[in-house]
């Protein structure tokens, strides 16, 4: 039976009525009632009063006034309920889900059943639907994310996919990202998927040492070993955490060996391989699994790479360097107010992860220019080097060897830029920008970036952080195979 009030007048009627009315009611602005006036002549003044509105609205929700449906939420498993008094014209008008489930009730009382999760910001979520606006928490962006989702609101469900999208870097006191990945990884939000496995992917020094890094499932974990832009110390660190995740979580056997074999054995020392040979309890347990990567790892260590191209192939990735922060590997780099003028420094890594190329030395010069000219003006490399200003210019990088050498042979050289900022209270991976030896520079470095901005994103108290990392590649040498 459709509900009245007095007067005889229908439920969805009266609501109608007192709706219009708070939105029509004229606001009393210096004494004059002021209403909103639509003209198309120029220089007309819009007079926005939304925020009244908006107030007016969650005074109605906590108020309960002129409600017609009861919104009993029940929470699964337990005999916790709450009641919300609403309104069939704003739940209707803002979710196709309430709109058909009060169209078929014919009761004031509408139940819904929620987990635990979902019954704690249930309230928060209606209020969304009479003010559009909503606070939110890191614990509670999954639950609410699940309403929107499941009562259609979609507004709520991508503004809460950005949200999680932007708050990656935000601290919490058992780490989110992890949990926000699995949860996309259940809805299908690649977006959301592909931004949590990046964040964990660029920042995985900082991960491996909370306790974020035990919770991770058995696939994440797998999909995280596989990659080459995997932003840590050394390829020692993440051998070390994985045999840590294992002694956590115990996992099948299957799980341990498809692990241990996405290690990238040949960027490990021979010294540091011996000693876990003989100390680590899971290579020991599991070494047979692994005896033919330890043995093309100690190959690769006794022989200069171009003799070992000879007869095996070393375009796989054991032999592809990650991006390593140690010093053999890179160098820090801060340049303070980098809209100044051109910088260049000098930094030394080794030639290769090799044994034998491992205290061979490269020294390399760096060019920043925070408004580039082409190459072809730009006169040879030394501190002094000041290019010439142009308007509408952006940031360039430069990394180049300070010499040749007949070691180069083989050997291509990929240079990697990490800019840091500060994201949530804490330092954070913005970017990363690769780029191959045929080039020298990254063509899109910082292309969105408004460095002379003080509060830009990419900046710490007026400073650009950028870490240069080298890595050798040895796929050319596949030619020189007999």
Not at 25 to 30: A, N, R
Not at 37 to 55: I, K
Not at 80 to 87: C, S
Not at 93 to 105: A, D, K, T, Y
């Amino acid at each position: 039976m459709a509900h009245t009030y007095e007067g005889g007048i229908p439920a969805r009627v009266y609501l109608g009525t007192l709706l219009v009315a708070l939105c029509f009611h004229p606001i009393s602005v210096g004494g004059a009632a002021l209403k909103q006036e639509v003209a198309l002549e120029n220089g007309a003044t819009t007079l926005n009063h939304s925020m009244a509105m908006v107030q007016r609205m969650e005074g109605l929700l906590a108020q309960g006034n002129g409600s017609d449906v009861a919104l009993r939420v029940q929470t699964v498993n337990t005999d916790e309920v709450k009641v919300i008094q609403a309104h069939t014209l704003v739940l209707s008008l803002q979710s196709e889900v309430f709109e058909e489930l009060l169209l078929s009730h014919n009761t004031s009382t509408l139940v819904l059943r929620e987990p635990a999760d979902c019954a704690a910001v249930f309230d928060k979520f209606i209020r969304y639907l009479y003010c559009g606006d909503i606070s939110v928490r890191l614990d509670q962006a999954i639950p609410l994310h699940k309403l929107a989702s499941k009562y259609r609101v979609w507004s709520l469900q991508q503004g809460l996919s950005q949200y999680m999208t932007g708050h990656l870097s935000s601290d919490s006191p058992t780490g989110h990202v992890v949990g926000w990945y699995q949860y996309a990884m259940q809805i299908g939000d690649a977006n959301l998927r592909d931004s949590c496995l990046q964040y964990l992917s660029w920042n995985l020094s900082s991960v491996l040492q909370s306790g974020e890094w035990g919770s991770i499932s058995d696939d994440l974990l797998l999909s995280l070993m596989q990659r080459s832009d995997l932003i840590l110390q050394s390829e020692l660190e993440l051998y070390e955490a994985l045999e840590a995740w294992i002694g956590q979580n115990q996992p099948a056997g299957i799980t341990v060996e498809n692990a241990l074999r996405q290690v990238r054995y040949g960027m490990i020392p021979p010294q540091h391989l011996f000693r876990l040979q003989k100390q680590s309890p899971v290579m020991l347990k599991y070494y047979e699994s692994i005896r033919d990567l330890l043995f093309l790892a100690f190959q690769f260590h006794s022989a200069s790479p171009v003799q070992l191209a000879k007869y095996f192939d070393v375009n796989c990735s054991i032999f592809t360097p990650r991006n390593y922060l140690s010093p053999s590997w890179g160098s820090p780099w801060v340049i303070n107010n980098p809209t100044r003028d051109d910088r260049s420094f000098s930094f030394q890594t080794q030639l290769g992860p090799s044994g034998s190329d491992a205290s061979k030395r490269v020294t390399w010069n760096a060019l920043f220019s925070p408004r580039w000219l082409p190459l072809s003006v730009r006169s040879a490399y030394t501190n002094e080097m000041q290019a010439t200003r142009t308007d509408g210019g952006r940031p360039r990088i430069i990394v180049t060897p300070a010499t040749s050498s007949p070691d180069f042979a083989g050997v291509s050289f990929q240079k990697t830029v990490i800019v840091t900022a500060r994201q949530g209270g804490k330092m954070v991976v913005r970017h990363v920008y690769n780029f191959h030896q045929s080039t020298e520079e990254a063509g899109d470095f910082l292309v969105e970036a408004d460095l002379h901005r003080r509060a830009s994103e990419y900046l710490i108290d007026s400073s650009l952080y950028l870490h240069v990392v080298v890595k050798p590649l040895y796929h050319s040498l596949i030619v020189a195979r007999k």
